[in-house]
Nanobody
Framework: QVQLVESGGGLVQAGGSLRLSCAAS????????MGWFRQAPGKEREFVAA????????DYVDSVKGRFTISRDNTKNTVYLQMNSLKPEDTAVYHC??????????????????WGQGTQVTVSS
């Protein structure tokens, strides 16, 4: 059974940093694109970042460009999201997701097949 477990969330002051991790189990995802999404209370789930299966291609929503970095370690079946210069508007539950084998990165939730339960990130002002 495929399982994605996020960790690394928490409470941080504005300007601070957090590093999220997403460990996948149940199969090897080295051939799959992976992504991070977030959902704030009362809002729809929003694309944050995505990475190709080899890690050579990345994509970010404009609001996090220059502050967030997505990376992956296929030997550990893990994807990371380094978040710097955090802002209160970054507060949300962050979910990792696994795309479809052989496909490229995508900003659409429909392109992702497996999802984690999420980790809460709260940024205080």
């Amino acid at each position: 059974q495929v399982q994605l477990v996020e960790s690394g969330g928490g409470l941080v002051q504005a300007g601070g940093s957090l590093r999220l991790s997403c460990a996948a189990s149940g199969r090897t995802f080295s051939g799959y694109p992976m992504g991070w999404f977030r959902q704030a209370p009362g809002k729809e789930r929003e694309f944050v970042a995505a990475i190709s299966w080899r890690g050579g291609s990345t994509d970010y929503v404009d609001s996090v460009k220059g502050r967030f970095t997505i990376s992956r370690d296929n030997t550990k079946n893990t994807v990371y999201l380094q978040m710097n210069s955090l802002k209160p508007e970054d507060t949300a539950v962050y979910h990792c997701a696994v795309g479809i084998v052989g496909s490229g990165t995508s900003r659409y939730t429909e392109a992702y097949r497996y999802w984690g339960q999420g980790t809460q990130v709260t940024v205080s002002s």
